[in-house]
C-alpha cells in the first residue's frame, strides 16, 4: 500500500507542521519497519509545502493511516 499528501502552510506554522511531520515519519518507520517514507518540504519566504509519502506499507495498516491523514488534513485546514 503506498500514501502520500502535501500541505501547504504559512510561515508562522510551518515549524510546527515540521516537527509533527518528522515524528510521525519516525513512529511509521518504528511501527512499520519494512515501509519507506519520504518528507520533504520545498519553502520560499512566506510558505512551505511539504510532501509526505510512504511505501510498502502493510493492509493492515491501511485503517490507522487513514485515521492518521484525516487529522493531518484537518490541521491543514485550520491553517489555511
Known amino acids: 500500500m503506498k500514501m502520500y499528501f502535501e ?4 510561515l508562522l506554522n510551518r515549524s510546527s507542521i515540521r516537527t509533527q511531520l518528522n515524528n510521525s515519519k519516525a513512529k511509521v518507520e ?3 519497519p519494512g ?4 518528507l520533504t518540504e520545498d519553502k520560499n519566504w512566506f510558505e512551505s509545502r511539504f510532501y509526505f509519502q510512504v511505501d510498502n ?8 493511516m487513514e485515521h492518521w491523514l484525516g487529522k493531518m488534513k484537518s490541521i491543514d485546514s485550520q491553517w489555511n
Do not use: T
Not at 500541505?7 to 504559512?10: A, D, S
Not at 515501509?35 to 519520504?38: D, P
Not at 506499507?57 to 490507522?64: C, G, I
Open 57 to 64: 506499507l502493510p493492509d493492515s495498516a491501511k485503517s490507522h
Open 35 to 38: 515501509c519507506r517514507v519520504l
Open 30 to 32: 518504528h511501527w512499520y
Open 7 to 10: 500541505l501547504e502552510v504559512g
